[in-house]
């Protein structure tokens, strides 16, 4: 399964159906050149009547299902296809992080194959990987630092060479 082309698929529906979501985890730190793997893609979203509406033609849309695996004890919908083994699970909550309109602040803008997603800071894939405490989380928590790290030292010599030119 190529990660690129799929993600490029769903950017384009998200985008069609004015979804707004943040691209979360291990994915969305990849994106950012953190040298990690997932199997899945994990977005936060506000849960509202209309976007859970947008959730269902998203599905419908990719020849999936919407699960809802935990429910009632979680505001998780996952949604599934079959053919392929695509999964993408849509969080109204994540461990350690306050709010959707703070992690879509704080988000960068990512083209994938000319479609933008919003990927969250590293800072707040961090943030919330620390609150979870899963064994699976705590165990990308040292590439992730160091991929912050270095992508902070890029940017104050970025910052620095703009300043003297």
Not at 46 to 70: C, E, H, V
Not at 88 to 111: C, K, N, P, Q
Request: charged content about 30%; cysteine-free.
């Amino acid at each position: 399964m190529n990660a690129r082309s799929l993600l490029s698929e769903i950017a384009r529906e998200l985008q069609r159906l004015h979804l707004d979501v943040v691209l979360i985890g291990n994915a969305a730190a990849a994106l950012q050149g953190a040298p990690v793997t997932t199997v899945d893609f994990d977005f936060l979203f506000r849960k509202t009547p209309n976007n859970l509406r947008k959730l269902k033609d998203l599905a419908r849309s990719l020849g999936a299902t919407i699960l809802r695996p935990y429910y009632p004890a979680s505001d998780l919908y996952r949604v599934v296809r079959e053919d392929d083994g695509l999964q993408l699970d849509f969080m109204a909550t994540i461990h350690g992080l306050r709010s959707f309109a703070g992690v879509r602040a704080r988000a960068a803008t990512i083209e994938i194959e000319g479609t933008p997603i919003l990927v969250a800071s590293l800072a707040d894939i961090i943030k919330s990987k620390k609150a979870a405490r899963r064994p699976r989380d705590l165990a990308v928590l040292d590439i992730l630092e160091k991929t912050r790290e270095e992508a902070d030292r890029t940017k104050g010599k970025t910052r620095r060479r703009e300043a003297r030119e």
